[in-house]
């Protein structure tokens, strides 16, 4: 069960990822931000009323250093998304815990107190001519705005979800976390908006019921992926699920087959393959001394998403 709710997990945030894509031919960047955010707060604020929690904390300075970091990284893959074949943006997108791990890395061998673990070290190393390998299209057809994006993007979730790190470590409940950096981010999305980040300086774009079914969509399935990727790291062994996320770079290349027809050469498919098969290896390392069961901040950094 626990494979089938990752499986499900990777889907659904495959699929909020394509309901980005569609919605960005209607909505800015900041919009989609603004009503991701504003769905997944009502979402929680309902629920937490339900439940009788409460949103106090005793982290406000790391609650907004973390939604900070979290709604930039969010805005630049959604305009990855808008820019790129949903495959090649999401697959930068799961290039966080290379990061993270080349933080980890470069941390203990500057401070010596960890041994350079080699098979560590040739991963991230390949997952970089990875990204050269699945770029090359990108930059061809002019779109590497897009693509500088998605690398942004996934550098600056790592800081994010080692801050998620940080907070469960001191404490904060996950539901908490997670309803500031979404209420931070309809904010954000508020403020570019107004700001103008809209086609002709347009502010609010008109709803149709098609526009307004996709963002639906991407609020329902993001939440959705939350839930049951929560769920998959709460009942299955560490290591597999951790691995199993990265089908959603499978999905996402279904959809963009389905959707948009998008077809790529062998060397793109080379250089989805080498970045995949990179962050297995740095999940393995990252994850292979946590315990069955273990929370979902001491894991893998992908299930603290929103």
Not at 91 to 100: G, R
Not at 180 to 204: K, N, R
Not at 286 to 300: C, H, I, M, P
């Amino acid at each position: 069960m626990a494979s089938l709710w990752m499986l499900f997990a990777s889907f659904a945030f495959a699929a909020m990822g394509a309901g980005v894509k569609l919605a960005s031919a209607f909505y800015s960047t900041s919009e989609l931000l603004m009503y991701r955010g504003l769905i997944g707060t009502l979402v929680l604020l309902i629920g937490v009323a339900h439940h009788g929690g409460t949103f106090r904390t005793a982290f406000p300075r790391a609650h907004i250093w973390r939604s900070l970091v979290g709604v930039v990284s969010l805005w630049l893959w959604f305009f990855a998304i808008s820019r790129l074949p949903l495959a090649t943006a999401v697959t930068l997108n799961y290039m966080a815990p290379i990061w993270i791990a080349a933080w980890m890395f470069a941390h203990g061998w500057w401070s010596g107190t960890k041994l350079p673990e080699w098979p560590l070290v040739l991963a991230i190393a390949m997952s970089f001519l990875g990204v050269t390998l699945v770029l090359q299209p990108a930059i061809a057809g002019n779109q590497w705005l897009g693509g500088l994006a998605g690398i942004c993007s996934s550098l600056i979730s790592a800081a994010a979800y080692m801050q998620v790190r940080k907070l469960g470590q001191m404490g904060e409940p996950e539901y908490r976390v997670v309803f500031y950096f979404s209420l931070s981010t309809a904010l954000a999305g508020l403020a570019g908006t107004l700001a103008g980040d809209g086609p002709q300086g347009a502010v609010f774009q008109s709803h149709t019921l098609y526009s307004g079914t996709l963002l639906l969509a991407v609020g329902i399935f993001g939440l959705l992926a939350q839930i049951a990727m929560t769920r998959a790291y709460r009942v299955g062994k560490v290591l597999v699920v951790a691995n199993l996320q990265y089908t959603g770079i499978v999905f996402s290349s279904l959809w963009g087959l389905a959707l948009w027809g998008d077809s790529f050469d062998w060397h793109v498919w080379l250089g989805i393959g080498v970045i995949l098969a990179s962050g297995i290896a740095a999940t393995f390392y990252n994850t292979r001394s946590t315990a069955k069961g273990a929370v979902v901040k001491d894991t893998d950094p992908i299930a603290s998403e929103t």
